[in-house]
T-cell receptor, first 118, second 111 residues
C-alpha cells in the first residue's frame, strides 16, 4: 500500500529555534497534504491543508507565520515551526489522500514527528 | 470545535469481553473511518464506512453508521489485551478532502 514518511521522527530543540519537519509520499503523488497536531492524551487537530504550487490553507486559530508550510513538489510538504517555544511541543502528523480513483477515500498517514522544545 | 464527540472517553474491560465505542459528528459526510493509535505512535486505519452504508464488518470489528443521527459505533468483539489503545473516528466532509477526528476513546483491556 501507499506509504507516507516523515522526517525526523523526533526532534529536541532549544526555545527560539526553528524546526523543519518533512512529509513525503513515497510511491504516489500528493497535490494535497494535511498537517495535524496532537497534544498528549488528546486527539488530532487539523492545522492546515498543504497545496502543491499554492499557499497553504490554515484552520482557525493556527498562526500561519509561526507554522510555515511549503509544498514544493508532488511528493514533499514541509512544516517549519518558527521560533519554537515549549508550548509547541507536540506530536505532528501529516497525511495525504490517495489520488487513485479506486482509493480516493483513503488517507495515508505518516508515522508522526515528536517535537520537544526545551 | 473541529471534533465530534466520542463516548466513552475511557473504557476498561476484561479480556474476552466486547467493547463498544460511539462517535457523533457535526457535518454531512462522504465517509467515516475508525483509526487506532497505540500510545505515542502513529495511526492505524481500521475500517472505512461510506455514507450510503449502514454496517460493515472486518474480522472482530463491526461498525455501524446512522447518518440521520450523525453517529457511528465501533464494536470490538472478544477483546484482547493487545487491543489496548486509543480509538478515533474520523470524518471526511462533503466539502472536500478534510479529515476531522473525534475526541477519541481510550480502551484498556485487562488480561
Amino acid at each position: 500500500g501507499a506509504v507516507v514518511s516523515q522526517h525526523p521522527s523526533w526532534v529536541i530543540c532549544k526555545s527560539g529555534t526553528s524546526v523543519k519537519i518533512e512529509c513525503r509520499s513515497l510511491d504516489f503523488q500528493a497535490t494535497t497534504m494535511f498537517w495535524y497536531r496532537q497534544f498528549p492524551k488528546q486527539s488530532l487537530m487539523l492545522m492546515a491543508t498543504s497545496n502543491e504550487g499554492s499557499k497553504a490553507t490554515y484552520e482557525q486559530g493556527v498562526e500561519k507565520d509561526k507554522f510555515l508550510i511549503n509544498h514544493a513538489s508532488l511528493t514533499l510538504s514541509t512544516l517549519t515551526v518558527t521560533s519554537a517555544h515549549p508550548e509547541d511541543s507536540s506530536f505532528y502528523i501529516c497525511s495525504a489522500p490517495s489520488t487513485r480513483t479506486s482509493l480516493r477515500d483513503t488517507q495515508y498517514f505518516g508515522p508522526g514527528t515528536r517535537l520537544t522544545v526545551l | 470545535s473541529q471534533q465530534g464527540e466520542e463516548d466513552p472517553q475511557a473504557l476498561s474491560i476484561q479480556e474476552g469481553e466486547n467493547a463498544t465505542m460511539n462517535c457523533s459528528y457535526k457535518t454531512s459526510i462522504n465517509n467515516l473511518q475508525w483509526y487506532r493509535q497505540n500510545s505515542g505512535r502513529g495511526l492505524v486505519h481500521l475500517i472505512l464506512i461510506r455514507s450510503n452504508e449502514r454496517e460493515k464488518h472486518s474480522g472482530r470489528l463491526r461498525v455501524t453508521l446512522d447518518t440521520s443521527k450523525k453517529s457511528s459505533s465501533l464494536l470490538i468483539t472478544a477483546s484482547r489485551a493487545a487491543d489496548t489503545a486509543s480509538y478515533y473516528c474520523a470524518t471526511d466532509d462533503t466539502g472536500g478532502f478534510k479529515t476531522i477526528f473525534g475526541a477519541g476513546t481510550r480502551l484498556f483491556v485487562k488480561a
